[in-house]
């Protein structure tokens, strides 16, 4: 079974200070990964999804995120961050054997954006 | 750009009552799923559906849910008799192909169940 671990429950940051939302998984397969984020009052947004090839993937808004397989991480990073950061953010990994559709969240991270 | 709707945002239900749970995804998407969170929990898989018929569904999906496609354009989740542990955020979610495949699967803002 895959689970996701979200180390970091809640992330305070000041605006233009670098992050990174950490994200480990575990799996008996190769999996996809992804992390989404959600904003107030809206749904989950893709931000980026790591498939296969290169292990650093750019996404949406200046995220990007690197996979590590042998350390079983997808840790997400922008490094300097807006006030319009501000939301919950959630790593997800979904089965690469093609057993599966589902995604497995984690319990999501919520970053702040101080002034 | 297309979204996935949900309908209603906010529902209040007594324990007992049938709920359902309206969602229209992205039009040409021929994958749809349901996933529920409950307060300071994980988003968990409920079901997914195609052509039809149920793909795959989780150990949660018991005989009290129900999924279906009425028309081209509405998918629904119906719980027949709700308990207080259903209370959740319910979201529905579409995809154009299988998410199988690492297809990214869309993701609607949610329906908030509260059940009494």
């Known amino acids: 079974a895959q689970s996701v671990t979200q180390l970091d429950s809640q992330v305070p940051v000041f605006e233009e200070a670098p992050v990174e939302l950490r994200c480990n998984y575990s799996s008996s397969v190769s999996v996809y990964l992804f992390w989404y984020v959600q904003y107030p009052n809206q749904g989950l947004q893709l931000l980026l999804k790591y498939l296969s090839g290169s292990t650093l993937v750019k996404g949406i808004n200046g995220f990007e995120a690197e996979f590590n397989k042998s350390q079983t991480s997808f840790h997400l990073r922008k490094p300097s961050v807006h006030i319009s950061d501000t939301a919950e953010y959630f790593c997800a990994v979904s089965d690469n054997g093609g057993g599966s559709e589902k995604l497995v969240f984690g319990k999501g991270t919520k970053l702040t954006v101080n002034p | 750009e297309p979204e996935v709707t949900q309908t209603p945002s906010h529902q209040v239900t007594q324990m007992g009552q049938e709920v359902i749970l309206r969602c229209v995804p992205i039009?040409?998407?021929?994958?749809f799923y349901w996933y529920r969170q409950i307060l300071g929990q994980k988003v968990e898989f409920l079901v997914s559906f195609y052509n039809n018929e149920i793909s795959e569904k989780s150990e949660i999906f018991d005989d009290q849910f129900s999924v279906e496609r009425p028309d081209g354009s509405n998918f629904t989740l119906k719980i027949r008799s709700t308990k207080l542990e259903d209370s959740a955020m319910y979201f529905c979610?579409?995809?154009?192909?299988?998410?199988?495949?690492?297809?990214?699967?869309?993701f609607g803002p949610g329906t908030r169940l509260l059940v009494l």
């Open positions: 039009s040409n998407h021929l994958y």
């Open positions: 979610a579409s995809s154009l192909t299988s998410g199988r495949a690492g297809e990214t699967q869309y």
